[in-house]
């Protein structure tokens, strides 16, 4: 059985580029989301943080909006693409994908239909009214209630209000289950592991939020686990913010960084901005200090889609919704998938 080290962040605050505390630790989807796929494949994994202290879900990971069911996710992706055909011509923010109550499109094409309206009529309409929504900066419900549809105007809040109450289901189930993970409530202190302790996993995944640019990208124990585990060929993966844990990579022998010349991802410049956190001010910008260190950055095509990265051991993740494919890539890595 492949033992993995499952490096999470303890941080509970970042200061930002002001100086000012802000809230932070880990990403609550990129923890679940992983370490779930890892032991329901019968992977052995170790929960630890850099002083053993317990981890903290930042709350604005656990925030609704982060959380919309699989079908209402699915189905928005579906409407977007229908006047985002080209991601040179139309950006969609996180702004546009969550707080414009595009999400609610499928119950409200549902509602239409069970209102008598044909199915593909009621599609059409929302995708068209999705797209003024984007270019007006609008709700979705404001812009349909402006049309001839079957639905009322409190039917269509109905359809919103759906969506926000099974997407609050879900947050809070994954805060649920991330309590009772008993590693992330005892975790392993990292500062006290010695070099064979180390040397006896067969991967390390570190999960994001912004909690590890506080407390791993400049860790003389993250040094020590990177250096050991590179040295064996061992699985390096990390996700979104998880990354940073490679700025304390150190040197090879050649003097130059671990990583340089390795493509790899992470949360990008782009995405960071639009975050709260990058909205106040960040200290430092991780896709940057990539780059800077020497890595070859490869991001996807467009902000907020998934996008994983293997080159040789390492395997990097660019955001939240990358989380289940760059989990399978570590499994495929370890040869259980």
Request: proline share 5%; glycine share 8%.
């Amino acid at each position: 059985m492949p033992r993995l080290l499952y490096l999470v962040t303890s941080a509970r605050e970042i200061r930002l580029a002001d100086g000012t505390p802000h809230e932070t630790g880990y990403f609550a989807e990129e923890a679940a989301v992983p370490y779930r796929r890892f032991t329901e494949a019968g992977v052995d994994v170790v929960v630890a943080t850099p002083d053993g202290q317990p981890p903290h879900a930042d709350s604005y990971g656990l925030q609704p909006i982060f959380h919309m069911p699989d079908e209402d996710e699915d189905f928005l992706g579906s409407v977007t693409r229908t006047f985002a055909r080209d991601v040179d011509d139309i950006r969609l923010t996180l702004r546009h994908l969550t707080a414009l109550g595009l999400g609610a499109s499928r119950r409200i094409v549902l509602a239409m239909r069970d209102a008598g309206m044909p199915l593909e009529e009621a599609r059409v309409l929302v995708s068209r009214s999705a797209k003024t929504a984007w270019r007006e900066d609008r709700q979705l419900a404001d812009v349909l209630g402006e049309q001839d549809t079957p639905l009322s105007r409190a039917d269509i809040d109905d359809a919103v209000t759906a969506h926000l109450d099974a997407s609050q289901a879900i947050s809070d189930g994954l805060a649920a289950e991330l309590a009772a993970i008993p590693g992330f409530q005892r975790p392993v202190d990292l500062s006290a592991m010695t070099d064979e302790e180390m040397a006896s996993f067969d991967a390390v995944f570190v999960p994001g939020g912004h909690g590890p640019m506080v407390d791993l990208a400049d860790n003389a124990d993250v040094t020590r686990l990177l250096q050991i585990l590179h040295r064996r060929n061992a699985t390096v993966a990390a996700l979104c913010h998880g990354p940073a844990a490679l700025l304390a990579a150190g040197g090879r022998d050649d003097g130059e960084w671990l990583f340089e010349g390795y493509r790899l991802t992470c949360f990008t410049d782009e995405e960071e901005d639009q975050t709260v956190t990058g909205k106040l001010g960040m200290p430092w910008y991780l896709d940057t200090a990539l780059k800077n260190a020497g890595a070859v950055f490869d991001d996807a095509p467009a902000a907020w889609v998934s996008h994983v990265v293997v080159d040789r051991n390492l395997i990097t993740g660019q955001n939240p919704g990358s989380s289940e494919s760059v989990a399978d890539a570590v499994l495929k890595s370890l040869a259980v998938l």
